[in-house]
């Protein structure tokens, strides 16, 4: 299994927590119809500096590398991309 943590800010002026929402909404639903991915969600955060945090399981590494050239992640990122000012993203196996 592969756990894919990526920790985002958001530009400056963006209501963080309808952009969360919107966010979460379109990613979440992506659990099922992307093959490989078993999980994930999106979260505000309360400390550490960063707004918000995605939380993603995957089968495999393959599964994870598929994920980010599948149409629908690459659809939903499309619509949500124009809040985020910096993010950190860390992959490991577990």
Request: proline share 3%; net charge negative; hydrophobic share 35%.
């Amino acid at each position: 299994m592969v756990k894919h943590i990526v920790l985002y800010t958001l530009k400056e002026g963006v209501d963080k927590e309808s952009a969360v929402e919107e966010i979460s909404g379109l990613l979440e639903p992506l659990v099922g119809k992307i093959p490989g991915l078993s999980w994930l969600e999106v979260c505000q955060t309360y400390q550490g500096g960063m707004d918000y945090c995605l939380y993603s399981e995957f089968d495999s590494r393959e599964a994870l590398d598929a994920y980010q050239n599948n149409p629908l992640h690459l659809d939903a990122k499309e619509k949500f991309k124009h809040y985020i000012d910096t993010r950190v993203c860390a992959d490991y196996e577990y």
